[in-house]
């Protein structure tokens, strides 16, 4: 089955440390997106990507980054400059520029240590 | 910008009351509308949406909206809820052709059976 897997399920930060969540689609999606998700706020943008080796930034971006290097695949990476980073992160994935988020990953939830 | 503003964030019904959830969105031009649904346990996944046309929509599970300009709104009705219905429901705005979709809040929903 088609489909969006992000891994780990889990992820605990140490102070300092930079992680990296994967999110990969074999749907043959062209856009992908990564939202992070808090109690009562909702699904907030971090960054989209609507084709490979191409990607803006979305509402919340300062302590984040991404790449896009192959279409399958869109890594988010939470620096040490992202002060509040304990949160469930969503990836997400449309067949087209310009659609809406049709698919969903799993979620990763990171927390600090 | 673009914003989304959902009334409720907790609903609680019993088995057979009917349902409206709220959802008023900020943005003076064309939009595209979608309520998403996340069962327990299960990936977010869209459950109808608006793009243009007649301003009633149906979706899955005898779910359906309306669009309402004069009132910026989109609210979810359902005549007569289900148990499997409990889950969290999400409204969102994008602007055609735009890459951004905003989400609301959410708004979970739990039906007594």
């Known amino acids: 089955d088609g489909g969006i897997t992000q891994s780990p399920k889990y992820l605990f930060r140490k102070e300092g440390q930079n992680v990296t969540l994967s999110c990969e689609q074999n749907l043959n999606h062209d856009a992908m997106y990564w939202y992070r998700q808090d109690p009562g706020q909702g699904l907030r943008l971090i960054y989209y990507?609507?084709?490979?080796?191409?990607?803006q930034k979305g509402d919340i971006a300062e302590g984040y980054s991404v790449s896009r290097e192959k279409k399958e695949s869109f890594p988010l990476t939470v620096t040490s400059a992202q002060k509040n980073p304990t949160a469930f992160y969503l990836c997400?994935?449309?067949?087209?520029?310009?659609?809406?988020?049709?698919?969903f990953g799993d979620g990763t939830r990171l927390s600090i240590l | 910008a673009q914003s989304v503003s959902q009334h409720n964030h907790h609903v609680i019904l019993s088995e057979a009351a009917s349902l409206e959830l709220g959802c008023n969105y900020s943005y003076g031009g064309t939009v595209n509308l979608f309520w998403y649904v996340q069962y327990p346990g299960q990936h977010l996944q869209l459950l109808l949406k608006y793009f243009s046309g007649d301003p009633l929509v149906k979706g899955i599970k005898g779910f359906e909206a309306e669009f309402i300009k004069s009132k910026f709104s989109f609210n979810l009705r359902k005549p007569s809820v289900q148990w499997s219905d409990t889950a969290e429901y999400f409204c969102?705005?994008?602007?055609?052709?735009?890459?951004?979709?905003?989400f609301g809040a959410g708004t979970r929903l739990f039906v007594k059976a």
């Open positions: 969102a705005v994008n602007v055609p052709g735009g890459f951004k979709t905003i």
């Open positions: 997400a994935s449309s067949p087209y520029r310009g659609d809406q988020p049709q698919h």
């Open positions: 990507s609507q084709i490979v080796n191409d990607f």
